[in-house]
């Protein structure tokens, strides 16, 4: 069965700090991969999507991911954070027809 | 334009009782998926409908069903709740079945709230 993985369920970083979240799946075939954020009060939102092609993916609000499959992972980056980034983040892949499977989240503060 | 809405937003209920979830999709999206959150943890596929048939079923028990109507809303119902089953309940929307496009994403609902005593 496929399953994500993130790395930290914490992080805490001040404002402008680099953000790195690792996301890890296991599935040896095609993925598709995605970034969703949730922010205090609000539903999920997609932030990026992987589905063919350049392996670097820009999304929303400066965010971006890189696919690299020989590690089966898909972090996200942002060179500089906002305290308006502090949010829940899920990444999640799709591999099977019609499901997505989340990691547990990564629930970012960011301190002004 | 209209999100995905659900209703109702919280709702407390007790140990084996049965509960009904709402969710209209996006204008012109035919497939509708309902995720469970459990506190902590990311959320956990279901059901997927579309074009009013089940197309794909979660390891969910029995007591969990669903169904989509001819204007493409849907249902989900749990019967003899237990209080693990106390979560977020999600409804997604996209216009097609699977992923193969990149622009079938999932749109989320704010969800439906359900406290189980």
């Given at each position: 069965a496929q399953s994500v993985s993130q790395?930290?369920?914490?992080?805490?970083?001040?404002?402008?700090?680099?953000?790195?979240?690792?996301?890890?799946?296991?599935y040896g075939g095609t993925v598709n991969l995605f970034w969703y954020v949730q922010y205090p009060g609000q539903h999920l939102q997609l932030l990026l999507k992987y589905f063919s092609g350049d392996p670097l993916v820009k999304g929303i609000k400066g965010f971006e991911a890189e696919f690299i499959k020989s590690k089966f992972s898909f972090n996200l980056r942002k060179p500089s954070v906002q305290w308006s980034d502090t949010a829940e983040?899920?990444?999640?892949?799709?591999?099977?027809?019609?499901k997505l499977v989340f990691g547990a989240g990564t629930i970012l503060r960011v301190k002004s | 334009d209209a999100g995905v809405t659900q209703s109702p937003t919280h709702l407390i209920k007790t140990r084996g009782q049965h509960v009904t979830l709402r969710c209209s999709p996006i204008s012109?999206?035919?497939?509708v998926s309902w995720y469970q959150q459990v506190l902590?943890?990311?959320?956990?596929?279901?059901?997927?409908y579309y074009e009013k048939e089940e197309r794909g079923r979660g390891n969910f028990p029995d007591r969990f069903s669903a169904r989509q109507f001819p204007n493409y809303s849907s249902e989900l119902n749990v019967n003899a709740l237990l209080l693990g089953d106390s979560?977020?309940?999600?409804?997604?929307?996209?216009?097609?079945?699977?992923?193969?496009?990149?622009?079938?994403?999932?749109t989320f609902g704010a969800g439906s709230r359900l406290t189980v005593l």
């Open positions: 790395h930290n369920h914490h992080v805490i970083l001040s404002e402008a700090a680099s953000l790195e979240l690792g996301c890890n799946y296991s983040y899920f990444c999640a892949v799709n591999a099977d027809g019609n | 012109g999206h035919k497939s902590g943890q990311g959320p956990q596929f279901i059901f997927q979560a977020l309940y999600l409804c997604a929307s996209s216009f097609y079945r699977a992923y193969s496009s990149g622009a079938n994403v999932l």
